[in-house]
Structures are given as C-alpha cells and as structure tokens.
C-alpha cells in the first residue's frame, strides 16, 4: 500500500493556520522580532523538516535496497523472543543512527499491513534503547566534566532504566503477540524473496520519487503549525509558568531546599543549566553525591516530559497520525518516568 497522495490542499490550509497563529501571537502575546523569530523559529523549523526529509529518504533506501533484512540480522534473537519479527528488528537498529527514519519504517510496515499496531508500538517504546546511545556522545561530555562521579552514577542509573523498560516491553511481547500476530510472513526466507521482488519492480530513486514528496507535504501539514504553536507558548512563558507551579509542590524531605535549584533550572532552560547548578552545590558542599544525582533523577523525571512536548510532540504526531503520534509520545513518557522511579528508589535504598 502506497502512502496517501500529496495533500496539498491541506497543506496550503497549513501554511495559513501557521500565519495566523503567529499573527495572534504577534497582536497578543509578547512581540518578537524578526530576528528572533529567523534564529528561533524559522531556522529550526528548517532544520527539523531536513532531518525529517533525510530520514524518510534513509528509510526508503534501505527498503528499496533490501537492507532490512540484513539490519534485522543485528536483534533477531531478541525480537524473535518477543514475537516482534524481522521488520521490527531493522527498524531497531535503524533507530541507532536515526529515530526519524525508524519510526518512518515504522509506520510503513504498519500502513502495509506487515505489522500490527501492537508490534509497532511495542518496537517504538523499545527504540528508547538506541535513542539513549544515540545522544549519549553529546549529553555525556557535556555533564561529566560539571558533575564529575555523580555524573557517572546518574547515567548508570538513567541506562538501567533504560534497559530495565526494554526488557519489560520484549518479555511483553513474548507473552502478549503470538507467533500469529507477529506477522506469518515475517519469516526470513519470506522476508527476503519479498525484498527481492521489490528490488526488481523499483529502483531506489523511483521509490523516493514516488513515495517521499506526499511524505514530506502530508508530515509537514501537521509539523508547521505545531511546532509554531508550540514556539508561541515557549515564548509566552507557558512551559515556564509549568516549570516554576509544579516544582513549588515539591517539598521533599531526602534532599535539602537548595536542591530544589537543581529541578527548577532543569524545569526551565536546557538540560546544561540544571546540570551545572548540580555541579556548583556539589563543590560547594551543599549537596552530597547521592543528593546530588537524586536531584538530577529528580530534574530528569520533571521536566523531561515538558521538554518532549516542546521538542517532540511535532516530529511525532508529524510522522505519525496526531492521534497515534500522541498516544506513543505520552505513554512512552510514563513508562519512562516509571523505569527512572523504580531505580531511583532503588538506588536512595541502596546506596
């Protein structure tokens, strides 16, 4: 099944939904400059859309090219214990070098009814795997050298739950889908003759030209008004005014009130500011190790789902459906804040 024709009625529609919402904002909001709104909107919109492009093009030449059966190699064991398959298996390991371009698959193998929604909601919560390597190089050297051993712990800590989830979601999938519902033709000899055939019937520049121009229109229909939206609301002081309401009801009796610092910074500006406030009580003696990388637990839980909204609510329901988009985006977060509680607490009894 091929995806939906171009919809560019919608997206000229789009386009005059984002003018106005950005007028709106003009008129009642805070004013922004050109300037701000060139360095904090447009170009990051672009950037986002160019990642979203390269992804999409990424994922249609590894189907095109019969690549998904030779990345399916890589967690075969895993995903045949947990009835997921070979399909989900690529998707997986594409998600180690891009999450756009394994959720696209994702979403193809579905819409091609080669796999069902439980396996591509189970593949995605277990694409937080990879997602964690994947910003890992970044996050680490930036955190370490502020943190120093608490550092350390807190990313043990936040990869134990990582792998912690995982676990949980292929031990579910071994129990909750059959042999059945993991897709009778998801078998490696079949999986590979079907790849063959698809091979000879479309080279790869025929399948991108045919399939990426009404992905790109029909994902940037949603992505452009949402992430304006969601531009707006940042600079309107929404998530903020969340950030500072939801830390004043944590009066918490394991951690001193200067930690508290830690979480609102974490709350309200990038993942760098929280961290280097850690840094700054630590060295000074205010907290201790283990306070310390509870705070950051603590900051973690908080304000990442606040972020996920601001960050990746767009690319998610762009990608996918808004109502599947938003399903997969919010239940992720839960059963991420959930993994990072169960070892935190383990870790406040522990250590």
């Known amino acids: 099944m091929k995806d939906r024709s171009p919809r560019y009625g919608l997206l000229l529609f789009s386009f005059g939904l984002t003018l106005v919402l950005f007028a709106g904002g ?19 919109l672009l950037r986002l859309m160019g990642f979203i492009v390269l992804g999409l093009a990424l994922g249609q030449v ?8 030779h990345l399916s190699v890589v967690a075969r064991p895993f995903f045949s214990f947990s009835n997921l398959g070979n399909r989900c298996s690529a998707a997986f390991t594409a998600a180690f070098f891009s999450g756009v371009t ?51 712990v807190y990313f043990t800590l936040t990869f134990c739950a990582t792998l912690l989830r995982t676990i949980c979601f292929l031990v ?21 003759g079907i790849e063959k055939k698809k091979k000879k019937k ?7 030209r045919s399939r990426l121009p009404g992905r790109v229109i029909n994902i940037a229909v949603y992505v452009v008004p949402i992430y304006t939206l969601v531009f707006l609301l940042n600079v309107n002081g929404l998530f903020l005014f969340l950030n500072t ?10 951690l001193p009130v200067e930690s508290l610092s830690v979480v609102i910074l974490s709350f309200a500006a990038e ?44 690319r998610y329901m762009g990608i ?27 870790y406040y009894v522990v250590a």
């Open 26 to 44: 003009m008129i009642w909001g805070e004013p922004i400059s050109p300037g701000y709104a060139l360095k904090r909107l447009a170009i990051p």
């Open 62 to 69: 590894i189907e095109a090219t019969g690549w998904t059966r």
């Open 102 to 152: 394994s959720n696209a698959m994702l979403l193809d193998f579905f819409r091609e009814k080669k796999i069902s929604k439980a396996q591509l909601f189970l593949t995605n919560y277990v694409n937080q795997l990879p997602a964690f390597f994947l910003h890992l190089p970044t996050t680490f050297f930036i955190v370490i050298p502020l943190t120093g051993i608490a550092g350390v």
């Open 172 to 192: 579910l999938g071994h129990f909750y889908l059959s042999k059945e519902k993991a897709s009778p033709s998801d078998s490696h000899g079949e999986l590979k």
């Open 202 to 208: 479309e080279t790869v520049l025929a399948r991108i």
């Open 245 to 254: 309401a939801l830390s004043q009801y944590l009066t918490l009796q394991f």
């Open 271 to 314: 993942f760098t500011s929280g961290f280097a406030a850690a840094g700054a009580l630590l060295d000074a003696g205010v907290l201790t190790t283990k306070q310390t990388v509870l705070a950051l637990l603590l900051g973690n839980i908080t304000a990442f789902p606040i972020r996920a909204l601001r960050h990746q609510l767009p």
């Open 320 to 346: 996918f459906s808004p109502k599947m988009g938003l399903q997969l985006l919010l239940s992720g977060q839960c059963f991420r804040i959930l993994s990072i509680i169960v070892v935190g607490v383990i």
